[in-house]
């Protein structure tokens, strides 16, 4: 049947079946096969085909077909390769009267006699070829070759409408899926396994052969590798990568993301029998830079030629920052619970000097006593009379332990002299910034009203920083299920005044009036000195410390201190 045969009501008709795939599919395969499908009942040719340009390798790739061998399915075509490629190339329609008669002519099946072939545009691009063949000499007329222009035009349009379709829901999904990498990644705190979860993230994200992660190491000049994984799992490598060595120096240097086609052209390091192991062709590295400090590079890698487009690149280097902030904060945590455990063995030893201390004053009192008591014995004895020999030992002795006893607390005393200005405002902040994770975690809000002015005091910064600390800690001890901690420092007649309030189950009212003496808890795993030894503390600094009220609402502390001017 000759093409120019072809009743315009049946290119109309196609022309509609085309426009309205938009609405009928979304897979742009499916899409090029209905097509396809539409050029062959209008046309009637022997065989056809469908043909689109790889971005990656700019070869035309055979997509759909009708009546082509198999083993033609497979064969992919250099542009100006071919009837096809020469289209593909010029961005000409071309029609072949007797494919005998032309030197670009590459058979297919050994029955072609014509061939006609038409190139599919998007905004003045050609990104295919739709390609029809005849066992009959001169087939295809002017008249065809208006029509099948026709419905490729509409083809192209769909083809790409369709394609925009999928993309914009693409860039959806790796929204989506960014944000709960963020969510995700914000609440881990272990550094290792963010960086562990961060790569398996890339490998989806980028749907890649494979995807690494390396720590920048050694004064920054050498990358060692954490983390590598492939679709099949984890890959079995170690290595270190000198920066000068790779491509991925200009990515850390330049702080900016790099792209290498192929990597055997750039890597002359230990990675390259990783490269040559696992198939490794492309690379995509993006620098994780946390303050314009590097911490290391996240590597996308396929198994075959690919150029990276905008939204791979954007994508990839948005969960590179993302990744770099959830290190920073693993790594500022775990500085955070060091400075806190740091805090903690300070206040044990604290409470350790200030029990010594208490110790040495109750003992001195009975020791004084017996030594004056000793002393007014008058015990004397012969020279020859061994106990002579035990009375001075004895006498000796005394004087050993009230010695002890005075420099046990002669250090305590010399502490007074550790106090400097300080502003309690500050003091409290700082203190807050200490457990700030702590409460996070616990879901513990925090409503803290300072003085608008300062509060300046002159103290041992240390010992007040244990007092409000201890204070903020029972109160976390006591809303395990989490809850609000109200602060509020304010300037009193007497000095600056520090008043704390939580929302936990309260005290005992038989325990209250004690609560300032030592060892007197009523929590489990509570020592009972944390008041006890918060009230010497205040009273060392003139000032004092109080339960205000406790009930099922909660418990409210507060102390004060007597202003810098005050105390001299």
Not at 109 to 130: F, L, W
Not at 305 to 313: G, L, M
Not at 381 to 402: P, W
Not at 403 to 415: C, Y
């Amino acid at each position: 049947m000759h093409a120019s045969d072809t009743t315009g009501p049946n290119a109309i008709d196609s022309l509609y079946k085309i426009s309205s795939l938009v609405s009928n599919t979304e897979d742009p395969k499916e899409a090029l096969d209905l097509i396809l499908e539409e050029i062959v009942r209008v046309l009637q040719p022997s065989s056809a085909s469908i043909s689109l340009i790889n971005p990656d390798n700019k070869k035309l790739e055979l997509e759909v077909s009708r009546g082509l061998p198999e083993e033609w399915t497979k064969i992919d075509l250099a542009l100006g390769q071919g009837i096809t490629g020469w289209t593909a190339l010029h961005g000409t329609p071309l029609i072949v009267p007797d494919v005998r008669a032309e030197p670009r002519y590459i058979s297919a099946r050994p029955n072609v006699k014509a061939e006609m072939a038409v190139p599919m545009e998007d905004e003045g691009s050609v990104i295919g070829v739709v390609n029809v063949d005849s066992e009959t000499v001169n087939a295809f007329d002017e008249s065809a070759l208006k029509i099948l222009t026709l419905l490729t035009n509409e083809a192209s349009r769909v083809v790409s409408r369709l394609w925009l379709i999928r993309q914009l829901r693409t860039k959806a999904n790796q929204l989506e899926s960014l944000v709960n990498i963020g969510r995700g990644l914000s609440g881990e705190l272990d550094a290792d396994t963010i960086l562990s979860n961060l790569t398996q993230e890339g490998l989806k994200l980028l749907g890649c052969k494979s995807c690494a992660l390396f720590l920048l190491h050694s004064g920054g000049e050498e990358l060692q590798l954490h983390t590598m994984l492939s679709a099949e799992g984890p890959v079995e490598a170690n290595q270190k990568i000198t920066l000068k060595d790779s491509a991925l120096g200009a990515a850390v240097h330049r702080q900016k993301q790099i792209e290498v086609a192929n990597l055997l052209f750039t890597e002359e390091n230990d990675f390259i029998e990783v490269i040559h192991r696992e198939g490794l062709v492309s690379m995509l590295s993006t620098p994780m830079v946390f303050n314009d400090q590097v911490i290391g590079v996240l590597n996308a890698y396929t198994d075959k030629p690919h150029r990276f487009n905008n939204d791979e690149k954007k994508v990839f280097a948005t969960l590179g920052g993302l990744g770099a902030i959830a290190v920073q904060n693993a790594r500022l945590y775990a500085r955070v619970f060091s400075s806190e455990e740091s805090l903690r063995r300070n206040e044990k030893l604290t409470t350790l000097g200030m029990l010594a201390a208490e110790i040495a004053h109750e003992i001195r009192n009975p020791l004084t006593v017996i030594k004056l008591l000793f002393d007014s014995l008058g015990l004397q004895f012969s020279e020859n009379d061994a106990r002579t020999t035990d009375v001075a030992v004895i006498g000796e002795k005394l004087n050993h332990l009230e010695a002890i006893v005075e420099r046990v607390l002669n250090f305590g005393r010399n502490r007074e002299g550790m106090n400097a200005r300080c502003d309690l405002n500050q003091l409290t902040e700082e203190t807050l910034h200490l457990v700030r994770l702590k409460l996070s975690q616990q879901k513990i809000s925090i409503e803290y009203s300072p003085h608008p002015q300062g509060l300046y005091i002159e103290v041992n910064k240390g010992q007040i920083q244990q007092v409000i600390l201890n204070l903020i800690l029972n109160a976390t001890q006591v809303m395990p299920d989490g809850g609000c901690i109200k602060i509020i420092t304010k300037h009193i007649e007497t000095g600056a005044e520090f008043t704390i309030c939580d929302d936990g189950p309260g005290m005992p009212e038989s325990i209250q009036a004690e609560i300032f003496d030592s060892f007197l808890t009523h929590r489990p795993g509570g020592n009972g000195l944390g008041l006890s030894i918060s009230k010497r503390i205040m009273r060392a600094h003139r000032g004092d410390i109080e339960l205000v009220k406790s009930s099922a609402d909660g418990s409210t502390f507060s102390f004060w201190i007597p202003h810098a001017s005050v105390i001299a």
